[in-house]
């Protein structure tokens, strides 16, 4: 008995409802929220931020760093990585030093960790870069 409820329901939904075009749907709703008030504001104020970052002393500052510190070599990428992985993890310390409330009796250990972690890094670049491009080259190979 159910079985011709579900026919008789699904045939007449399917005699009434017109089919469904949804990229025309999509162009509607592009257009739609294209028109809103929201869009053109923030359209315009990305717009602004983008010109004004073009125009950034700060961001030529910011080129010009990492041109310096991404040099074309890998052992180098690997340096500046294990870099700022030491100055973010001292910075954690640090902070964690002067801060009235501890976090818990081991919150110097993560940090602790990425520190040695990231000197390791720094030191053994060469060796780390040279491993990843034979490792790289061997995956081409099969």
């Known amino acids: 008995m159910t079985g011709w409820w579900f026919f008789t329901r699904s045939a007449l939904e399917s005699l009434t409802r017109p ?75 640090g902070l964690d030093a002067v801060k009235p409330v501890p976090v818990g009796p081991l919150s110097w250990l993560v940090p602790s960790i990425v520190i040695v972690a990231g000197l390791l890094t720094m030191l053994m670049a060469d060796a780390l870069s040279r491993a990843a491009t034979d490792r790289q080259a061997h995956r081409l190979q099969r």
Do not use: N
């Not at 929220?33 to 717009?47: E, F, N, P, V």
């Open 19 to 93: 089919p469904a075009d949804i990229e025309a749907c999509d162009r509607a709703m592009v257009k739609l929220a294209g028109d809103s008030w929201i869009c053109r504001a923030t359209g315009g104020l990305g717009r602004t931020v983008g010109d004004a970052w073009s125009a950034s002393r700060i961001r030529r500052l910011a080129e010009s760093v990492r041109r310096d510190l991404t040099r074309d070599t890998a052992a180098s990428t690997l340096r500046v990585r294990g870099c700022l992985a030491v100055a973010a993890a001292t910075t954690v310390l």
